[in-house]
């Protein structure tokens, strides 16, 4: 399998496509300043405690209080606790470990409020971001993860991922941890760490541990309900944690974010610093690579299969649902089954590819096309669930009940991915009424003025409808001439070929859009 990452950076964000095959499988964004990362430390503060749900609400600065149940306090919260008073108090002066006594574990059936009091300061880790009308969700059991290693402080236990089958390596691991691992320091050992040497696990582990170290400098000066730590940016992050030799290229559009991931990328796999490559065309980065149109089809409510059937994808509070339909392909009644074995098999191959692109979590629910065999039933299950095995969310899938449905849980860290693929009428823009086609270059041309005589922007673009390029260039003085011999300078013309046919805006020589 070949895959490749597409990141187009803009002045607001960052849109990272993972591409396997040429199909586009997982769409990430990351806006600028974004806070409540997955992974991100706060200083909370507690603010309520809710005994009939065994859990506390905490102010980490969100327009919500944050939710941290009684299973996610860590068994080692009384640690946690001591060490941020005896920093906040500056009796300790050291980062690590070493000298630090371990308090005794928390009952696993213990009351909240036996552990922690309104107002108590405790750092806190997101571990869902916000979604929807809730607050963020939280974790008090901290780790820092690396790419081969994961940092657990109050913990002398070293955990391997259960991808590693073989015990001869499980044990090799285990024995090099053990002897560089830092005291009151757990390890979780990731999948990607298979097969490296000393060196790699030991740079990793330091740079976890650094990362450590500049959490505990910075408790004794921190603001409650601010930020203590963060997370790499979400680009480093999905680069940690998937990179791998399978990766073919990826593409940035750029330079100084090309800089930071090369950088990157050499610091944690030297040699595949070259894969990474400054995209420079003009073209939109997501049109060239022919993501745009990917999105446009993988989003919205009905998604059509290769051959004929169709997928209708429903959302709604508590979970999603999706109806599997054959369309219209036709099978006599001889090969009636056979033929439902293979729209949904074709079905379950999309639905897969669609959980990681939508990032849908929660309860989903699947209406696969009735089949009478129970030979045909589990093939479709363990189909589905060879195919899931590429999805690095934790989930569970139920074999098909007798209704045909099949039950997915799927762990939901993130809000869902929605984009919209309908657009608004391109003559009206969703209103009813419409303009005279006739004005829209003088609109563009009275916007011109403005922005070139009254606010004297220099080398800007004008964005617009292919089709309205076509105009705009067309003939020997083209309208484009024209503007040239007004203003006095030559405006660029792109084309967008995702905007409706009246819609254009201005770039400044950043390319930020100017606002009008």
Sequence with gaps: MVKELIIDSTPTGVTIALIEDKHLVELHKEHINNNYAVGDIYLGRIKKIMPGLNAAFVDVGYEKDAFLHYFDLGPQVQSLIKLTKIKRNGTVNGTLLDNFKLEADINKAG????????????????AKEPISTKGPRLSSDLSIAGRYIVLVP???VISISKKIKSNTERNRLKKIIESIKPKNFGVIIRTVSEGKGVTELQKDLLDSVSKWENFTKKLPDAEPSKRVWGEMDRTSTLIRDILSTDFANVYVNDANLFEDIRSYVHEISPEMEKIVKHYKHKEPIFEHFGVEKQIKNGFGKTV???GGAYLVVEHTEALHVIDV?????????ENQEENALQVNKEAAKEIARQLRLRDMGGIVVIDFIDMHKP???KMLFDYLRDLM????????ILPPSKFGLVQITRQRVRPEMNIVTVEKCPTCDGTGEIKASIVLMDDIESNLTYILQEQNEKNITLCVHPYIEAFIKKGFISLQWKWFFKFGQRIKIRSVSSYNLTEFH????????IKL
């Design 111 to 126: 009351k909240i409020s036996e552990i922690v009091s309104k107002n108590l300061i405790l750092p806190v880790q997101i």
């Design 304 to 306: 059509n299969l290769a």
């Design 506 to 513: 201005f770039l400044s020589s950043k390319d930020e859009e």
């Design 325 to 333: 339909n054959s369309g219209n392909r036709t099978a006599s009644k």
């Design 389 to 396: 095995l590429l999805d690095r969310a934790k989930h569970t």
């Design 154 to 156: 109050f913990s002398n």
């Design 375 to 377: 030979t045909n039933r």
